[in-house]
């Protein structure tokens, strides 16, 4: 039975709580933001309206594919489908916020590093992500965190936003 971890009201507040702590931890001088498909740009959207009522600055906002990136590339299919990444502004020496929906393994974030070092060399590479669900393989900690959700390698949480779903915004938990 799904088990609901955060519904659109508490995903509005952590999404506003987020954009306050990243401007907290270094302003908006140099701040861009760029989201991972697909979730991820969603967010990273979100992060970047709240920070605009926040200072009334525009910052910086890609989007960033990482389908040729992933490790497990081969397990993906046999035609992986790959979207376009747009990063329309010079990333060096930028600060870079990386977003993401669910902080997992950490591979996902790691071909997104990839990804992204192929575009200029950042200043700083951060990232925040909605959910952090733990069983990490990797050594790559999140910076901002919209809520840790212990679970079980068993179980599987599920992200619904109505940018991508088309269905009202809610964080569940699933057995697999």
């Known amino acids: 039975m799904p088990q609901k971890i955060m519904d659109h009201e508490t995903i509005r507040r952590v ?9 907290e931890k270094g302003g908006v001088e140099g701040l861009a933001l760029i989201g991972i498909r697909t979730r991820g740009v969603a967010l990273a959207e979100r992060l970047k309206k709240a920070i605009k009522n926040i200072e009334g600055i525009e910052i910086p906002f890609g989007v960033l594919d990482i389908t040729l990136y992933r490790d ?9 489908l790959v979207r376009q990444t747009k990063i329309d502004f010079d990333i060096t020496d930028k600060r870079i916020v990386l977003v993401d929906d669910v902080f997992f393994s950490g591979r996902t974030t790691r071909a997104a590093l990839d ?3 192929d575009f200029g060399r950042p200043a700083k590479i951060e990232l925040a ?3 952090d669900r733990g069983h990490r393989e990797l050594p790559i900690r999140a910076d901002f965190v919209g809520k840790n959700i212990p679970t079980s390698k068993n179980q599987k949480v599920k992200v619904v936003l109505g940018e991508t779903d088309g269905q009202q915004d809610e ?6």
């Open 115 to 117: 990804a992204l070092i």
């Open 15 to 23: 999404i506003q709580r987020m954009a306050h702590e990243i401007l």
């Open 72 to 80: 497990d590339l081969t397990l993906v299919g046999a035609t992986p």
């Open 129 to 131: 992500v909605l959910v």
């Open 171 to 176: 964080v569940v938990v699933e057995d697999k």
